[in-house]
């Protein structure tokens, strides 16, 4: 009897907030080792990496990527293990990073280029590939390293400062010398990110939920303004924050997780972009292959030595990939947010 392979399959398009409903659960057989072609492996995943970009895939819509086809497995990325093989580079038992999607199994054409990348355990745990040094890794530190560029001494301050991203951002700012204040919403999250990550400050926007007291709350946290802001959400924090740039700062735009179901997102303060002769850029990090030799150094490294904390949110099983992605969407997840498969 061969074995079967769950999959959550994206079936209607949101309209406005997305729900359990979009999503399907589906069987089909994994393939035996003689049905495979030339060049193809099997993975059976362990993890499976929920992100914030997947909400924008679920619109059909002008977006820098085409959309999540209907009726089709939910885009992810995923870690496990070569279960079958007809590649002469992957064997079976080889750990493996790729993008298999929100299910059990995957079939991967491993001629393609970049399709499956092999990963070391020996230091670093496989789920660590999914956060601090897979894609939010990078991800944070592109915009940090090569749009920010902060200097010794500078404030640097970052949007969902707890999660995958925002947590290596902050960390890495520290690691430059650099005055770090993180937002995050709930004092747990606020009380990790300054006690667990080494962040200066931490503003609770759960607790300043209106834009006088959270702008309050961040004018005593930056006392000499803000050079370098990581931006991940939108909305009243990014308005309070360019009213705190110093002049000269630096915005990484990241994410707009705050109008990702179709919220109209308009400046407050437009003017301080001249005013403040800022610098806004956004990124995508898939653009910009060239510098991950660079940052899974550093990352990997950092992690291994255990000078870079990680948190981990771990729902379990395929079937709970949906409830787990819709509540990372509403900053329910702490730390990065995983599903186990196995």
Not at 13 to 29: H, M, Y
Not at 86 to 108: C, I, N, R, T
Not at 111 to 121: E, L
Request: charged share 20%.
């Amino acid at each position: 009897m061969s074995q079967i392979n769950r999959q959550i399959q994206l079936v209607s398009r949101p309209q406005g907030e997305a729900t359990t409903d979009n999503f399907k659960l589906v069987e089909v057989p994994v393939p035996s080792q003689a049905e495979l072609a030339d060049g193809q492996v099997v993975v059976r995943h362990h993890f499976l990496s929920l992100d914030p970009y997947m909400r924008g895939r679920m619109n059909d819509s002008r977006s820098y990527a085409e959309p999540q086809p209907l009726n089709s497995v939910m885009i992810g990325g995923t870690v496990g293990e070569v279960v079958a093989s007809k590649h002469p580079k992957f064997a079976v038992g080889d750990q493996v990073l790729g993008m298999g999607g929100w299910q059990e199994y995957s079939v991967v054409d491993a001629n393609v280029r970049g399709a499956i990348h092999k990963v070391d355990t020996t230091h670093i745990p496989l789920s660590a590939y999914l956060g601090s040094v897979g894609m939010p890794g990078v991800t944070g530190w592109y915009g940090l390293v090569k749009i920010i560029n902060p200097k010794e001494g500078e404030t640097v301050v970052v949007s969902a400062a707890s999660g995958a991203v925002g947590s290596v951002v902050g960390q890495l700012a520290k690691a430059r010398g650099c005055r770090v204040v993180g937002v995050a919403g709930g004092a747990d999250k606020c009380r990790y990110v300054v006690e667990e990550l080494g962040f200066d400050a931490c503003v609770d926007y759960k607790q300043h939920n209106d834009p006088k007291s959270f702008y309050a709350a961040l004018k005593e946290a930056t006392p000499k303004g803000i050079d370098g802001y990581f931006e991940n959400v939108g909305g009243m924090i990014l308005d309070a924050v360019m009213l705190r740039m110093n002049a000269f700062g630096r915005i990484a735009v990241c994410g707009m997780i705050a109008g990702y179901d179709g919220q109209s997102l308009p400046l407050a303060n437009p003017a301080m972009i001249l005013v403040s002769r800022l610098k806004i850029e956004g990124f995508i990090v898939s653009e910009h292959p060239e510098v991950w030799p660079d940052a899974t150094k550093e990352l990997g490294g950092m992690v291994a030595s255990g000078k870079m904390k990680l948190r981990e949110s771990v729902a379990d099983g395929i079937a709970s990939a949906p409830e787990a992605f819709l509540g990372l969407l509403k900053g329910k997840n702490f730390g990065k947010q995983l599903v186990k498969l196995s």
